[in-house]
């Protein structure tokens, strides 16, 4: 499987990364949409949002979690906004599921 994030997880490819536990990784975007632009994604290979089950619910619930304490630990001052794109219409490039947390700007609605 040719995945770039998985090439990340397995420290292949360096990334600056952010917050790393058993579950997942989330690191420094390389191309910014915000002055703050973090990836978070799950070390298990899940394809997009949407192939997610069941079973996963607790890795899900745990990136969310983590995705306040990561905010806070940068002191976003409770302004961000989380992003997933599920499937190449909806703008997901990289089909590895991830979560892009994004601050430091304002953010219109509806989004692009």
């Known amino acids: 499987m040719d995945d770039l994030f998985l090439k990340i997880i397995d420290k292949e490819i360096p990334a600056n990364i952010i917050f790393e536990d058993e579950d997942i990784l989330a ?3 390389i191309n910014p949409q915000a002055p703050t632009h973090i990836l978070i994604i799950p070390k298990k290979h899940i ?3 949407s192939d997610a089950d069941i079973s996963d619910q607790k890795l899900l619930g745990h990136m969310l979690i983590k995705a306040n304490e990561i905010a806070a630990n ?3 001052d ?3 906004r989380l992003v997933i794109n599920n499937g190449a219409n909806a703008g997901q490039s990289v089909f590895h599921l991830h979560m892009h ?3 430091g ?3 219109s609605w509806p989004p692009g």
């Open 27 to 29: 690191f420094e975007d």
């Open 74 to 76: 940068l002191k976003l």
């Open 78 to 80: 409770n302004t961000f």
């Open 101 to 103: 947390l994004l601050s």
């Open 47 to 49: 394809a997009k949002l």
């Open 105 to 107: 700007r304002s953010f």
